[in-house]
């Protein structure tokens, strides 16, 4: 049984830093495309970072140049480092993978939700001013 289960959430402060991770279990292989989204009260669910198992990478234009996602294939692990943080980035941070590469837009992954299979439960990050 797949399972994804994320750590690294908590509340920091306008500028700070805080780094997730998401641990996956239960693949016979490692999956191809993995990725973070979030969901603040109120908001629909948006995608935060994608990363296929080539290595490339997707960001949602508000937090490039601030987040950097990564993966340990071998670890089966997946991070999201995340700097100068502000209180819009407040949100339940959800891991998500799929044992296919990510839907591909113009080359490049996509932040589209719908072609991940697979959700951890969430870490809650909270930004304060």
């Known amino acids: 049984q797949v399972q994804l289960v994320e750590s690294g959430g908590g509340s920091a402060q306008a500028g700070g830093s805080l780094r997730l991770s998401c641990a996956a279990s239960?693949?016979?292989?490692?999956?191809?495309?993995m990725g973070w989204f979030r969901q603040a009260p109120g908001k629909e669910r948006e995608g935060v970072a994608v990363?296929?198992?080539?290595?490339?990478?997707s960001y949602r234009d508000s937090v490039k140049g601030r987040f950097t996602i990564s993966r340990d294939n071998a670890k089966n692990t997946l991070d999201l480092q995340m700097n100068s943080l502000n209180p819009e980035d407040s949100a339940m941070y959800y891991c998500?993978?799929?044992?296919?590469?990510?839907?591909?837009?113009?080359?490049?992954?996509?932040?589209?939700?719908?072609?991940?299979?697979?959700w951890g439960k969430g870490t809650l990050v909270t930004i304060s001013t």
């Open positions: 998500a993978a799929d044992r296919f590469g990510c839907t591909l837009i113009n080359g490049s992954p996509s932040l589209f939700e719908g072609g991940m299979s697979y």
């Open positions: 239960g693949y016979t292989r490692s999956p191809r495309c």
């Open positions: 990363i296929d198992s080539d290595g490339s990478t």
